[in-house]
Nanobody, 124 residues
């Protein structure tokens, strides 16, 4: 099967930086879009940033100019560099990817996968 595992969360200070990583593993044929979402307590999950396999990006309005998404296709890894952190960035951050798997001798249609989430807390 396929797994997405996030790392890099923790406590950050206002104005500081954190970097999240997410590695995809399993019987992977190809990875299309990779993205980061977040969910704060009592709020809906929202898109933070998404990057296509070709490198185009889209950012949520609240993080534009502060966060940068990048990926290393060879390592099947997506990153989120978070700068100029604000207390309102506090949330559980989830990795998301559209992945085609190997199944016996063929590649499955693309399916959407989620990581387990990593907590980011911004506080002084």
């Amino acid at each position: 099967q396929v797994q997405l595992v996030e790392s890099g969360g923790g406590l950050g200070q206002p104005g500081g930086s954190l970097r999240l990583s997410c590695v995809a593993s399993g019987s992977i044929f190809s990875i299309n879009a990779m993205a980061w979402y977040r969910q704060a307590p009592g709020k809906e999950r929202e898109l933070v940033a998404v990057m296509s396999s070709g490198g185009s990006t889209v950012y949520g309005d609240s993080v534009k100019g502060r966060f940068t998404i990048s990926r290393d296709n060879a390592k099947k890894t997506v990153y989120l560099q978070m700068n100029s952190l604000k207390p309102e960035d506090t949330a559980v951050y989830y990795c998301n990817a559209d992945i085609r798997r190997w199944a016996k001798n063929y590649a499955t249609p693309s399916a959407n996968y989620w990581g387990q989430g990593t907590q980011v807390t911004v506080s002084s």
